[in-house]
């Protein structure tokens, strides 16, 4: 924090000392790298407007390769969305008084209006760091004198793997992109699931919540190695490793049984294709979920900051495939199975969730009056690890009108 942290009351961040940058990231973090759409969304010529952590930000595939600057004229401050033109292939024309940049710097090459004019290569629009990697385009949103990090960096561990191959659609969300990540990671959330249609598609074994294990051992723990994505993981599951939560399948008020949950009695050789094995959130809002939906498969998902009170939610599924005839197989299973099926028949009930809190958080001194339980260690320990590694703040300044 710099001063500029005025869109949170000074006496909030206060009172979360181990959080308190995590409170004021209402827009989301800069100076890293996030996804905004699949690259099938952006074909050749195409002009795509796009809002990531509220800067306005047009992208545009030019011989292959995607690139991204401000959608905002340097001259008078109009969007060039308002009317796209784009006389030729690597330069775009303000409509207004014909300001023409390069694509891939953001240089000022051209003022139609004014040709002579002395400001021609020598100012130039907002350009973005962008990457595509399995089928996603990833832009940098960040401070110019930044260096720009490694992609690995920002994203799970194994999704940059050769043989991952991933395929996965992206949702609008009506609410904080901090929600959605403390949804992925909450314990308890798996309430909402019980009656998703995944469960008897899969035979999954779904628990009502978890009960503290006495027993057991805190199975949430931090990565802060250097050189890696910093974030926070359970355990992976061992035969024989004592769990630090026991699943509850039968819920009860006063004492009575009132909803009861599907719990499978198989072999272990079975089980393991009916359980998931662990999760891994990583910054800036990126979550793996191991063994899901199906054994084998692996959930890749991220919250994207919009604006303040709205993200977009990519999810994506990952299988190893050696070969083009695996990629096509997957890909029917993706379309016609685990879209419909997982994506929106269980996801869906995440997004009702966080929508459902919004209202409530949008108040920044209700964070404070929360009352979390034992069982939300994992979101405690995210909202610190957050604060510990975060490059940057997006805040206000850097939000376009």
């Avoid at 907002?126 to 399995?134: F, T």
């Avoid at 194994?158 to 909450?186: F, H, T």
């Avoid at 509850?248 to 272990?268: A, C, D, I, N």
């Amino acid at each position: 924090m710099n001063g500029d942290e005025g869109f949170v009351e000074e006496e909030l961040l206060k009172r979360v000392p181990r959080w308190r940058n995590y409170l004021a990231a209402k827009l989301g973090f800069r100076n890293h790298w996030y996804p905004v759409r699949f690259s099938r969304d952006v074909p050749e010529n195409v002009v795509l407007a796009v809002k990531l952590l509220g800067e306005n930000i047009l992208l545009k595939r030019v011989n292959g390769t995607v690139y991204g600057i401000k959608d905002r004229c340097i001259h008078r401050g109009v969007r060039f969305s308002h009317k796209i033109e784009c006389y030729t292939r690597d330069t775009i024309t303000c409509w207004y008084h014909g300001f023409t940049y390069k694509w891939d710097s953001g240089v000022l090459c051209d003022v139609i209006a004014s040709p002579d004019t002395p400001i021609i290569g020598k100012r130039k629009v907002k350009s973005y760091p962008v990457r595509e990697a399995k089928g996603l385009i990833f832009v940098f949103v960040g401070d110019d004198d930044f260096p720009v990090p490694d992609l690995s960096l920002d994203v799970p561990p194994m999704l940059l793997d050769e043989d991952m191959y991933v395929q996965g659609s992206s949702y609008p969300v009506k609410a904080n992109w901090r929600l959605g990540c403390e949804n992925g990671i909450d314990p308890l959330h798996i309430y909402i699931h019980r009656e998703s249609r995944l469960v008897p598609n899969t035979q999954r074994s779904i628990p009502l919540g978890h009960r503290v294990n006495p027993h057991g051992g805190d199975n949430r723990i931090l990565e802060e190695e250097e050189g890696k994505p910093k974030g926070v993981r359970s355990a992976e599951f061992r035969e024989g490793q004592v769990s630090a939560y026991v699943p509850l399948y039968e819920g009860r008020v006063q004492g009575q049984v009132v909803v009861t949950s599907t719990k499978m009695h198989t072999t272990p050789e079975e089980a393991k294709f009916k359980r998931t094995t662990g999760d891994f959130i990583v910054l800036p809002g990126a979550l793996r979920v191991d063994n899901f939906p199906y054994h084998g498969l692996y959930q890749f998902e991220w919250y994207v900051p919009v604006t303040e009170d709205s993200h977009l939610y990519i999810i994506t599924i990952g299988k190893r495939c050696a070969d083009e005839a695996e990629r096509a197989e997957y890909d029917h299973a993706f379309w016609h199975r685990w879209k419909p099926e997982s994506l929106e028949g269980f996801n869906n009930d995440d997004i009702t969730a966080r929508e459902a809190l919004q209202p409530f958080y949008s108040k920044d001194r209700n964070w404070l009056e929360e009352n979390l339980v034992r069982e939300d260690q994992s979101i405690v320990k995210w909202r610190e690890v957050c604060h510990r590694h975060a490059r940057g703040i997006q805040l206000p300044k850097h939000v376009d009108p």
